[in-house]
């Protein structure tokens, strides 16, 4: 008798702890797949108090040091820079938290600063939210030669996730063959403060 209520106290204390972790997973994989908030409205043309290299497109991404969705967001752009060379500049917006802590102490900027053609500022004046209206950590703007926005998106397939996706497709496509790209995609990442 006592070996049968241990054994069912085992059965139950088993099929929570497997309820627990299958509820894990599934909270997991829903929240790698929902994208943040897209961008607002973005500026159309680059904005003329910004300097730009003439006769080369432009990418610009937000980016929050604290997310770690971002340092896939990062890698991808270390892919596109690597397909493409010397076919865009890009600008890191890095934004910086309430908390205070500074954007160039984080590893991602760490690894950011690395990338040929890369230039890495921290937005005090919150240029990526204000001007470009960027309100997910990862969310991309690429303008082409004539400072037309061509792309407003992710370049990640989910949070947190390097690999083949839509959005870096999209842009080398452009930047390659001249193939207009999709006008945005999902951005996937944390919202900006």
Not at 22 to 39: D, E, I, N, V
Not at 50 to 65: F, T
Not at 66 to 71: K, L, M, N, V
Request: some cysteine; proline content about 9%.
């Amino acid at each position: 008798m006592k070996f049968l209520k241990h054994r069912a106290f085992a059965v139950i204390v088993g099929s929570l702890w497997l309820a627990g972790v299958t509820a894990g997973f599934a909270f997991a994989w829903r929240y790698a797949g929902q994208p943040g908030t897209p961008a607002r409205e973005p500026v159309r043309s680059w904005p003329a108090q910004l300097p730009r290299p003439a006769g080369k497109a432009m990418l610009v991404m937000a980016l929050h040091p604290g997310c770690p969705c971002s340092r896939a967001s990062v890698s991808e752009l270390e892919q596109l820079i690597s397909h493409c060379p010397g076919k865009f500049e890009g600008l890191l917006l890095f934004v910086p938290d309430a908390a205070g802590d500074s954007p160039q102490d984080s590893a991602l900027w760490q690894t950011a600063s690395t990338l040929p053609g890369v230039v890495c500022r921290v937005d005090d004046t919150r240029l990526s939210a204000g001007t470009f209206g960027a309100r997910t950590s990862g969310q991309v703007f690429l303008y082409d030669e004539a400072g037309a926005l061509r792309f407003s998106g992710g370049i990640t397939e989910s949070r947190g996730h390097a690999g083949a996706n839509a959005g870096r497709q999209a842009i080398e496509a452009f930047l390659l063959e001249g193939t207009p790209p999709a006008p945005s995609t999902p951005v996937f990442g944390c919202a900006l403060p």
